[in-house]
């Protein structure tokens, strides 16, 4: 029998974050996933423009290995883990993307904001429980290309049937790659379970 599959994103180096912890997870997880789960890791540009293109081909990936379920990650300023309850459809970010695009010069994402339909209170000691020592939970997921990424997330979620979460994850000078690997590799591995 196959492993339930999760598709796992993160995100490219951008501004003055020369190591991206979500990019470097979503790869990590890839080779080192929890026991009894594949995990599809891929790495998304920090950019309005070329995301949307990357981010479906992850998704039909994900569709077409049967995914169970699907996480993003992105790094934040904050020394602790948040989870984020959704995604608005109008973005409003001041901070400019790779290629110099701003959030307000797009267009509405869709016709809704959107939220998942996981138990984030739940989540959050499941985050506790592999060693996070500070999971916070959060209705504002900033505005920038995480929240343009979770909005394609949550709409193949519903789409797909399966759960969809986006988590952002701590800079590296605030806790060090191995420990966070620990945390999100639990989550994807309750995520898997979620899903099935």
């Known amino acids: 029998m196959r492993p339930p599959v ?8 951008f501004l003055d974050v020369a190591r991206n912890p979500s990019g470097l997870l979503a790869q990590r997880l890839e080779h080192e996933p929890p026991a009894g789960v594949s995990v599809l890791g891929r790495v998304l ?29 992105g790094v934040h300023r904050g020394a602790w883990f948040r989870l984020e309850r959704g995604a608005r459809a109008r973005l409003d970010s001041p901070k400019a993307d790779d290629q110099g695009l701003y959030a307000a010069e797009l267009g509405p994402l869709g016709e809704r ?3 998942t339909t996981l138990d984030l209170d739940a989540l959050a000691e499941v985050l506790r429980a592999a060693g996070a020592t500070d ?13 343009r ?17 986006f988590l952002h994850v701590p800079p ?20 898997a379970r979620l899903g099935g």
């Open 149 to 165: 990424a979770y909005y394609d997330l949550l709409a193949a979620g519903e789409a797909l049937g399966v759960p969809a979460l």
């Open 6 to 13: 999760v598709l796992v994103t993160g995100f490219e180096p």
């Open 45 to 73: 540009p920090v950019s309005f423009s070329a995301t949307p293109p990357v981010l479906a081909g992850a998704l039909a990936e994900a569709r077409g290995a049967g995914a169970r379920a699907l996480l993003g990650l």
């Open 113 to 115: 904001d959107l939220a």
């Open 172 to 191: 590296l000078d605030a806790l060090e790659l191995d420990a966070q690997a620990r945390v999100v590799r639990a989550l994807v591995a309750e995520l």
């Open 135 to 147: 999971v916070r939970t959060s209705d504002d997921a900033g505005g920038f290309l995480c929240e």
